[in-house]
């Protein structure tokens, strides 16, 4: 492992024991709480600049850098490492990559010094899976545009500074979406925070768009990005996947901990020999996802071709993270079932990573174009 990687991994394991005791994680559950205070802390250790160019601020890290960071925190608690990467993703990544330079100095510095939070819009109630049908449109208004629709289950809606939204500029199925840095402050802007099974406390919400007025400084890209959200969105496609995948790991691993401390204190004498091929079984998935998910981000880091394992680590990754919690589940029987206790809350979070970033099925989809079938 390279030394500048190794040392981030250490410094978040440590702020891990630091800032999220479990009572805190337990009791932003429990509430459905905003991670607002844990958050604060990430960023007055720097950590929102992770993946952002030394020339506005950040750190200059790569996606490994990113994935060691989302890891070390979904293992104690996931709902951070999703809205951290959610900001660091649709914020510090998208404006870098696609953004005019006029937008990279508007807001890369800001979201270096954690002085802003970025949310993505992409999702409608009638298009997840199949994003290019999204009906949210965005009609000419002066040098400018008004967005008019619905999104659904957009994270940090009700909490973000900015929310990256796409919207239909025109009629054709891809050329026609163009992505807007849509400020929540604006007239016409609403968000409804949505219940949910897991991942609580992400602020997740369903947005309305009423004439949202938007300027031609918020066209990601600036007004030769008209049309182009697609390309944008298609850019971080490979990061968005392996973000979750390594979301999935980091909660693997709280599973496979609490099933061995559970095993330890249930079999005190040593526990039978079935009991402990189905623990081993649960750490070789779990290394097996950990390595899938690190090769496909070493190709990312380097610039290489890696849509193939992008996806077989995010199915594989998740998947194996659900099974994991299913069996933490059954070995820890109704201890684990009980209201508060840790390995449900496992469960319910892991459930939605074979949703979120498009669903298992999508991705073996991708996966067997990509073989020639």
């Not at 890290?61 to 990467?85: C, F, K, Q, T």
């Amino acid at each position: 492992m390279p030394e500048a990687l190794k040392a981030i991994r250490e410094t978040t394991a440590s702020f891990v024991e630091e800032h999220l005791p479990l009572e805190l994680v337990r009791a932003i559950d429990a509430e459905d709480r905003y991670p607002s205070e844990p958050l604060a802390a990430l960023v007055a250790e720097g950590y929102m600049g992770i993946n952002i160019d030394p020339a506005y601020g950040g750190w200059g890290g790569n996606i490994l850098d990113a994935m060691a960071l989302y890891e070390e925190i979904s293992r104690r608690l996931p709902v951070l490492a999703w809205v951290v990467g959610n900001i660091c993703l649709y914020g510090g990544e998208i404006i870098g990559k696609s953004g005019s330079e006029a937008q990279r100095r508007t807001y890369l510095p800001r979201l270096a010094r954690g002085e802003i939070k970025f949310g993505f819009a992409l999702t409608e109630p009638d298009s997840g899976s199949d994003a290019a049908s999204l009906k949210t449109r965005a009609e000419r208004d002066g040098d400018g545009y008004r967005i008019y629709g619905r999104k659904m289950f957009i994270t940090g809606a009700g909490v973000s500074d900015y929310v990256l939204t796409m919207a239909r500029t025109s009629e054709d199925r891809y050329r026609g979406i163009t992505a807007f840095i849509v400020d929540t402050r604006a007239v016409g802007y609403s968000a409804r925070e949505l219940q949910k099974l897991g991942y609580r406390g992400s602020n997740t919400c369903a947005v309305s768009y009423e004439g949202v007025r938007v300027g031609p400084e918020h066209i990601l890209g600036g007004p030769e990005g008209i049309g182009h959200g697609w390309e944008h969105m298609v850019r971080l496609l490979n990061q968005e996947r392996l973000t979750l995948a390594a979301c999935a790991v980091g909660i693997g691993r709280a599973v496979l901990e609490d099933a061995i401390e559970h095993v330890r204190r249930r079999f005190p004498g040593g526990a039978p020999q079935g009991v402990q091929h189905r623990v081993a079984e649960m750490a070789t998935e779990l290394e097996a996802a950990r390595s899938l998910a690190y090769a496909a981000a070493r190709l990312e880091a380097d610039g290489l071709p890696c849509g193939r394992e992008a996806s077989m680590a995010k199915y594989f990754a998740t998947d194996t993270g659900k099974r994991l919690a299913v069996q933490g589940m059954d070995l820890l029987g109704g201890e684990g079932a009980e209201s508060g206790a840790d390995m449900q809350r496992h469960l319910r979070n892991v459930l939605v990573l074979t949703i979120g970033g498009g669903t298992s099925e999508i991705q073996k989809n991708i996966i067997a174009r990509q073989i020639g079938l």
